[in-house]
């Protein structure tokens, strides 16, 4: 064992074959069942040969709010639901059998959920026979007459084959008649009419190329691998008394002969194959021998009834068949003594347990269990699947989870290049199946990019072609020829009848008694009749000579043909050695050729790789930065669309400050015009007055109490318009608006008050109000500098969000301000009015200052409370 584990880490030495790169995808095929009701719904169509199209069930569409999406899958070819089992098994199955029998391994695995029909494409039914027993009738078909003797192979306990010598193989032979098992049965035998139907098959498929210089023998084995456990279905377990009984249920039962079976173990062998150890391998030697083995292990296999199936596959089953083949001696007879010429292939069916879904089996318990084990096992397989896919594709190294299942554990070698894998998906088109066949068609196309190495071509034994039938045609002319002489024909019996027939034509011997001294007669009777024997002799002496050189002659004959046979055979072998001489140059430059696409194929995709990572980062490019440019074109968009409204707002602002500076201007200018007016009706009273009188200089008191009575004069300006207060009308009369006034708020109780119509008027804003209108107004009340009352109107537009939302957007704001009016300080004279020195100048003063103060509180008596006017006041005179 160590020296074994020490040559473990050599493997990657060994040289490869010339074709270790040559690498074939795995092969799916697809079968759709016929449904078990016409009034079904389908939920799978086949387009054509290699496509078929999945569509959602009906119910399926209203369950995920009207959703319909159809999607095709592609396969190698499809298979309809009217195509026979023969049809299948010429497609699928007989290149696998063709490879078989030339040295070359092969695995084939029906795929499926439960209840779509994979034991039935596997095994078949009365009638109709599966791929298996095609397989096994197209093998025995084609080997037939160039099988060899029971126990002329005999397999080892570590996946290896030896042959045995004729000697040992009938002591064999004659030990296994001498036991009372029952034996398997012969062509004799009458076949048991439980599988009869299933094997008789009208076909007689076979392979053409066989190699009728090799010897062959069949071996067969069955195992179930169970909730994880391997066991052997052609094991005989023998009564133990001492140990518990199980029924199929695994609860112990206290009347019954069932044991449960031992698991078996995996290993691998020198070659670095995966088998299993201590699995029963039967040789058999004709269809129904191996049928019939395959009905015994198939009756314990385990299966159930569930709400999907009736007889439900509740473990995956593996029938392996294994035929060993040598070539024969250079004469033609036995079988060549050298285990390294001893070819072992393997054709390995697969019928995988179905996957399937608890709520829909209403599986509990043991059955719950299996099916947890079940899809455990086949969702390791996916994973497999999987990581191989992507291993070959982006050239990752990632480790291949075999070992986490006992199914992908055993076959591991056929994905790793040791054989041609084939795979057939399934389905059943209910509709009730849809979700599950989805899953199925999804893991069928991932298998399809998986790539497996073509296996590598057996060598050639290097002995002359043709031995077999040269021997067995010397041997045919060998009796004739004897034949012909009249030598021995049949044996040893005829051999001794021809000496007793010219015994019988001796003479007899008479009687050698001398009873008198006297008698002349007997002796002489005696010599006569020895004579005659001698002469009898004597020609028996010339014709055996006669024969012998006859023989002679023959043999001569047949050695001169045999040598001109030979001369010619090496004529021939001469030619044919040119002939492949010149082939292995044309192949050795047709691999040179190989080599060297392979290396431009090599830069080719290298160089495509390249081009494709720049498409992918330029298309990146060119999508963020289209992005990017989508981005600033909404940017801009927005912008404008707000610079538009700014503009807009700004526009009408401007508007309304220019009419207001206007009016304003227009008012100026005529109280001034009428300011003047008044200052020289004033003026002209004060000059029209005597001197000796001096005016009173008026109170701001008793100007308060009475008012001046203005004289009747024409309007100022009379033709400038009017300056008429117009109630404020909102732009936005025709729009909804919400009404935030926060109860913080003080009534300012002034003549001008803004006014929405068919607004809501809310103390604090809420969705359910902003929802209903369009257009928001907040009135905000603050503190101005001057200790005055602000009022602020800030308006916005309403709209909604992704969210569902409502958001406000603000626009504009009016502010409305109120102030008091302010009283001006009066210019008083600067010295005493009753001053002497100024006399002269008091005067002047005072009818200044009356002017000054007549204007102003002419003026400033009608106007309103938010304006005032101060005539400009005069510099004194020196």
Known sequence: MKAARARTPRRPALKKPPNASLKDPVGVYCRVRPLSRLDQESCIEVINETTVQIHPPEGYRIFRNGEYRETQYSFKEVFGTLVVQKELFDVVAKPLVEDLIRGKNGLLFTYGVTGSGKTHTMTGSPGDGGLLPRCLDMIFNSIGPFQAKR?????????????????????????R???????????????????????????????????????????????????????????????????????????????????????????????????????????VKSTEEAFEVFWRGQKKRRIANTQLNRESSRSHSVFMIKLAQAPLDADGDNVLQQKEQITLSQLSLVDLAGSERTNR???????????????????????????????QMYGTNKMVPYRDSKLTHLFKNYFDGEGKVRMIVCVNPKAEDYEESLQV????????????????????????????????????????????????????????SVSEMFLQNFPPLPSCELLDVN??????????????????????????AKNVLAFKTMLQEFDSSVVSKENYIRGKLSEKEKTIAGQKMELERLEKKIKTLEYKIDILEKTATIYEEDKRNLQQELESK???????????????????????????????????????????????????????????AIVTEPKNEKPERPSRERDREKPVQRSVSPPPVPNAPLVRLRHRRSRSAGERWVDHKPPSNLP??????????????????????????????LTHQELASDGEIETKLIKGDVFKTRGGGQAVQFTEIETLKQESPTGRKRRSSLSDPDSPEDAADSEWTDVETRCSVAVEMKAGSTLGPGYEHHAPPKRRKP
């Open 519 to 544: 008698d002349d007669q007997t002796l002489p009777k005696l010599i006569e009749v020895l004579e005659k024997r001698h002469k009898l002799r004597q020609m028996l002496s010339e014709e055996f």
């Open 177 to 283: 008649d001498a036991m009372p098992v029952p034996k398997t049965p012969s062509g004799k035998r009458q076949i048991d009419p439980e599988f009869a139907d299933m094997i008789n098959v009208q076909d007689h498929c076979k392979v053409e190329e066989v190699d009728e210089d090799n010897v062959y023998s069949v071996f067969v084995s069955y195992i179930e691998i169970y909730n994880n456990y391997i066991y052997d279905l052609l094991e005989e377990t023998p009564f133990e008394p001492i140990k518990p009984k199980w029924n199929n249920c695994n609860t112990p039962v206290r009347n019954g002969d069932f044991i449960p079976p031992q698991s078996k173990m995996l290993r691998e062998d020198q070659n670095h194959n995966m088998y299993v150890t201590g699995c029963t391998e039967v040789e």
């Open 361 to 391: 089996t209403k599986a509990e318990g043991n059955r719950l269990r299996e099916a947890g084990n079940i899809n455990q096992s086949l969702m390791t397989l996916r994973t497999c699947i999987e990581v191989l896919r992507e291993n």
């Open 151 to 175: 126990f002329v192979f005999k397999l080892d306990d570590k996946n290896g084959v030896d042959v045995q010598g004729e000697v040992d193989a009938l002591l064999e032979r004659q030990k």
């Open 626 to 684: 289209s992005q990017k440019l989508q981005r600033q074109a909404s940017d801009k968009r927005r912008m404008e669309a707000r610079l538009q409204g700014v503009v807009a707002e700004t526009t009408m602002k401007w508007e309304k400050e220019c009419e207001r500076r206007v009016a304003a201007k227009q008012l100026e200018m005529q109280n001034k015009l009428w300011v003047k007016d008044e200052k020289l009706k004033q003026l002209k």
């Open 748 to 777: 300012t109780e002034t003549v001008m008050q803004p006014h929405v119509p068919h607004a809501i008027t809310v103390a604090a804003a809420s969705e359910k109000a902003l929802a209903k209108c369009d257009k928001y107004m």
């Open 441 to 496: 068609m999804r893991f069928a196309e991932m298998t399809q990019e998986v790539e497996v190495a073509r296996p590598v071509d057996r060598p050639l034994c290097g002995l002359t072609p043709g031995r077999r039938f040269r021997n067995q045609a010397f041997r045919e002319e060998l009796a004739r020829k004897l034949e012909m002489r009249g030598g021995p024909i049949n044996g040893e019996t005829e051999e001794q």
